[in-house]
């Protein structure tokens, strides 16, 4: 995700603050970096593709330092690739304003259009310049930076988290949030912000977090927050009382924990610029989609490990389903030593968070030799295995730092729900009302999802969590696009609890595993409406009668009369169920560990990213 930083003092100068800013974000993750500060009458611009010490060498000259007002930013890079005019600042080209983002601004095609129509000059590739054209256009009006800051937002669709400093007369430093998260302070002599509470512990701990629709106009001692049509808003200080390592958790106790909770703001990150409402249909940033290559298609290879692969699994169930075209997988670290055959016209999709899992990247380039299309579903712009797409399609998730992978995986899984949509409306499977609708229901995931992050949703998961501490094993049961949310259950619990828990097709269990079922036996059985729902009960039934504990996840009422606990997630069309339902499991898994005493984001033996084989 990018960082923002920003400042405006009375007295000091705030370049050296706003870096030193910058440097505590960088766990953000990012591919280019940049500042603007105004000294007087002039702002300077200064941005650099690559680390803030590439940053630094434009900054030795000094001629920067005595500055009194600056916004930062680190990019992470979605519309654009890493470079030097991608990075942020942005500005109009008339050198009275800069302006940094986070987020996807969904209109801007149109907006762009709007304003090159006028005249205005792009000299980028991000939606992020539009914004600045559009505060400019307001400025050169007469406009005061606040009044011109809430125009340009009134007609932006998206997902923004913004700061725009302008020099003159209707100067000044405002900043905004729709979605990613910003904090804003004051001191005496001074007023900042950032993306994260980390970038100001500096200069106070009494802070404001902004909310959904909060603008804030800041002076040196001064805030004013507003919404975007000017209506004052009030916003709590409250005091931070976390050290910094604390505060890189945004007070949660572990990364894990956090990056649960970023799953909503994930899935609109990763989905919602790229629906194209009106065809039904969805647009990829990153390769060559077009129809015809798509219908040429035969079949699709899906090469990846662990979660990955069971986002893999996943894909496999949409992509048959929506778009009728065969999909093999396999453990990348079994395809590239298997002497696999592949029939022309296939697809090689390599889904992986980091980019860099080596066994992925084999079975990639093993693919690509065979002669199939080289594909990725990543979360890194810049790594070995996206460089060695054709074409990709990234989940904008952020930077995961937990080893156990949470909002990747859930990102993964819409981005193979958005390919899905893609291969169907392209070869004709879907139509422009069924696209709508699939699309439809993607848009109302992101309340179900809080429901589930909700407090009380939680502590229900977690107490059931903790009412098995003495289990000596588990299985984790579904079927159809659930059999590799079990899969992923099982694993989210093996991989911070060190408990052996077995994730297994339901329907598979009577062929011999339900040998292994001891009377108390923790079962969770993942089960939501569709079309194999009452096989799911049957199996729920089997393991019952054999002195099982079931635990039923999902939504399937029938299911909840049958079991000893049930976790209830709210209802979605089956092909998004699995999004939903892995949600209650990632929570089961974490206060599991927890209540055990386990390390939750560093468990033992484990690696966030295996690059060796
Ligand atoms: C996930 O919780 C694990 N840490 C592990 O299975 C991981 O998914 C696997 O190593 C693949 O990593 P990648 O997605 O970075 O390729």
Redesign the pocket.
């Known amino acids: 995700m990018c960082g923002i930083v920003g400042a405006t003092s009375r007295t000091g100068a705030v370049l050296e603050g706003m870096i030193e800013g910058l440097r505590v974000l960088e766990y953000r993750g990012y591919d280019s970096c940049g500042v603007a500060v105004a000294d007087g009458e002039r702002i300077e611009i200064r941005r650099k593709v690559g680390r803030l010490s590439e940053l630094e060498k434009l900054l030795v000259d000094g001629a920067l330092s005595n500055a009194r007002i600056g916004v930062g930013h680190t990019r992470w890079a979605t519309h654009g690739k890493p470079s030097d005019e991608n990075a942020h600042p942005h500005s109009d080209g008339s050198g009275r304003l800069a302006l940094v983002h986070n987020g996807i601004i969904e209109n801007y095609l149109e907006l762009r259009k709007e304003l090159q129509a006028e005249g205005r000059v792009f000299t980028s590739e991000t939606d992020t310049e539009v914004l600045s054209h559009l505060v400019g256009r307001e400025l050169a009006r007469g406009a005061s930076l606040i009044d011109a800051v809430r125009a340009a937002l009134r007609r932006v669709h998206g997902y923004y988290a913004i700061a725009v400093m302008a020099n003159g007369a209707n100067g000044g430093l405002v900043c905004a949030r729709q979605g990613p998260p910003l904090v804003v302070a004051t001191t005496a002599d001074a007023a900042y912000l950032g993306s994260d509470v980390l970038a100001l512990l500096p200069y106070t701990r009494d802070v404001v977090y902004l909310e959904d629709g909060d603008v804030a106009e800041l002076a040196p001692g001064f805030a004013r927050i507003t919404d975007i049509h000017g209506a004052a808003r009030e916003r709590a200080v409250r005091r931070i009382t976390w050290d910094a390592e604390q505060a890189s958790k945004g007070g949660y106790p572990h990364f894990m924990l956090k990056e649960i909770h970023e799953q909503p703001d994930v899935l609109a990150r990763t989905a919602f610029d790229r629906i194209l409402s009106t065809s039904g249909d969805v647009s990829f940033e990153h390769g060559d989609w077009d129809d015809a290559r798509l219908r040429a298609l035969q079949r699709i290879q899906v090469v990846?490990?662990?979660?990955?692969?069971h986002a893999g699994y996943v894909a496999r169930y949409l992509i048959e389903h929506l778009a009728r075209i065969p999909v093999d997988l396999d453990f990348a670290s079994e395809f590239r030593y298997r002497d696999p055959r592949l029939v022309e016209h296939t697809m090689a999709l390599a889904?992986?968070?980091?980019?860099?899992?080596a066994d992925?990247l084999a079975a990639l380039r093993l693919a690509r030799e065979l002669g199939a299309w080289p594909v990725s579903v990543c979360?890194v712009m810049g790594s070995t295995?996206v460089r060695e797409s054709q074409a990709t399609i990234l989940t904008h998730a952020g930077p995961e730092i937990g080893?156990?992978?949470?909002k990747?995986?859930t990102a993964q899984v819409v981005a193979v729900f958005l390919l899905a949509v893609r291969l169907g409306r392209a070869r004709g499977v879907l139509s422009v009302e069924q696209g709508r609708r699939l699309l439809d229901e993607l848009r109302c995931l992101r309340p179900r999802m809080e429901a589930l992050l909700a407090p009380h949703s939680v502590e229900r998961v977690g107490e059931v969590a903790r009412g098995h501490l003495d289990a000596k094993g588990f299985f984790f049961l579904g079927r159809g696009v659930n059999f590799p949310i079990a899969l992923e259950g099982a694993?989210?619990l093996k991989?911070i609890s060190y408990v052996h828990a077995e994730g297994y097709a339901a329907g598979e269990m009577k062929h011999g595993p339900i040998a292994l079922i001891s009377k108390g036996m923790p079962i969770v059985v993942v089960n939501s409406p569709g079309a194999v729902a009452d096989k799911v009960r049957s199996n729920l039934h089997e393991v019952k009668a054999r002195g099982g504990h079931v635990i039923c996840v999902g939504s399937d009422r029938e299911s909840f009369e049958l079991a000893d606990e049930v976790i209830e997630v709210p209802q979605t069309i089956e092909p998004l169920s699995a999004v939903l339902n892995v949600i209650p499991l990632q929570l089961f898994a974490y206060h599991h560990a927890l209540a055990r005493g386990c390390d939750i984001d560093k468990p033992r033996n484990?690696?966030?990213?295996?690059t060796v084989e």
Not at 351 to 357: F, H, L, P, R
Not at 403 to 406: D, E, F, G, I, N
Not at 606 to 610: D, H, I
């Open positions: 990846a490990c662990g979660t990955a692969l889904v992986s968070q980091s980019g860099e899992t992925t979360n295995v080893v156990a992978s949470t990747a995986f694993l989210k991989e484990l690696a966030k990213s295996v």
